[in-house]
């Protein structure tokens, strides 16, 4: 079973940072595109950003200028740099590997923003 593992969440403060990162199996990092999603206590999972295999970024527009996603090849690793963290970024966030075939979804890491 395919497994992606994110790693990097936890508590911090209003206006804090936070690096996520999530390891993929190479067969399956290293040709698709990866993504973070999130998903707040009684709300619906919500897209944060992609990044290709080619390394072209986007973003929903809410996370632009506080959010970057960046991959690295060499470690089959795709990370997620929050700053200015807010309460509402309190989330379970979510890293995805995108195939021809199907998605694939690591477990999640809480993130906790207090004010």
């Known amino acids: 079973q395919v497994q992606l593992v994110e790693s990097g969440g936890g508590l911090v403060q209003a206006g804090g940072s936070l690096r996520l990162s999530c390891a993929a199996p190479?067969?399956?990092?290293?040709?698709?595109?990866m993504a973070w999603y999130r998903q707040a206590p009684g709300k619906q999972r919500e897209w944060v950003a992609t990044?290709?295999?080619?390394?072209?970024?986007n973003y929903a527009d809410s996370k632009k200028g506080r959010f970057t996603i960046s991959r690295d090849n060499a470690k089959n690793t795709v990370y997620l740099q929050m700053n200015s963290l807010k309460p509402e970024d309190t989330a379970v966030y979510y890293c995805?590997?995108?195939?021809?075939?199907?998605?694939?979804w690591g477990q999640g890491t809480q993130v906790t923003v207090s004010s």
């Open positions: 995805a590997a995108f195939t021809i075939s199907r998605s694939y």
């Open positions: 190479r067969n399956i990092f290293s040709s698709n595109a």
């Open positions: 990044i290709t295999n080619g390394g072209s970024t």
